[in-house]
């Protein structure tokens, strides 16, 4: 079988699957929607529904595993409410406790750091009130992908996240692609690189 793989700027709104399962989310846009997908497509580990950018699409559940470990980096832009201090980069940087299903767990240490606002992504899908005060930019790249764990992390570090925009997974660049926009790519068998 030829396994097809695809890459996907997720618009903000969207779940990160193809079929809704829940009663109670009955008129959630889903990816199916973006585009003429194989019936085996599946999407390699997941973007929360008020998240949005990079995600990776295939039809091949071994080339999904290699992405999900932790051999394979992914980064975010991360907009977080108020001016950001040091200490917490710091406390970010070294893994922070973040609540999950099955109890507590501390994040694995992480690349972070400040960084303009990237203007080229596109506007917000709610434009930030400036009443609401000052908000920090971060760039931070992880090897683990936890239920929602940067809105946790930098929750626990006492700072909101307002947008979260994953933009490299590995090799692969989110690049200026436009939100819900859709390419296909051609990742060899048996590569080690994303």
Known sequence: MDHRHYKIHKPYGYLSQFINNQDRRRNKKLL???GNFPPETMAIGRLDEKSEGLLLLTTDGTVSEHIRSKSIEKEYYVQVSGTITDEAITAL???TEIAQSSGTYTTLPCSVHHMAEPTYLGPPHR???????????????LTEGKYRQIRKMTAAV???????IRIRIGDVLLGTM?????????IRQGSERV
Do not use: M
């Open 127 to 141: 434009k930030r009130s400036e009443s609401h005060g000052p908000a920090s930019w971060l760039s931070i790249t």
């Open 178 to 186: 436009k939100s819900g926009e859709v390419e296909e790519l051609l």
């Open 158 to 164: 006492g700072y909101d996240t307002v947008r979260l």
């Open 93 to 95: 940087r070294a893994g």
């Open 32 to 34: 199916g929607e973006l």
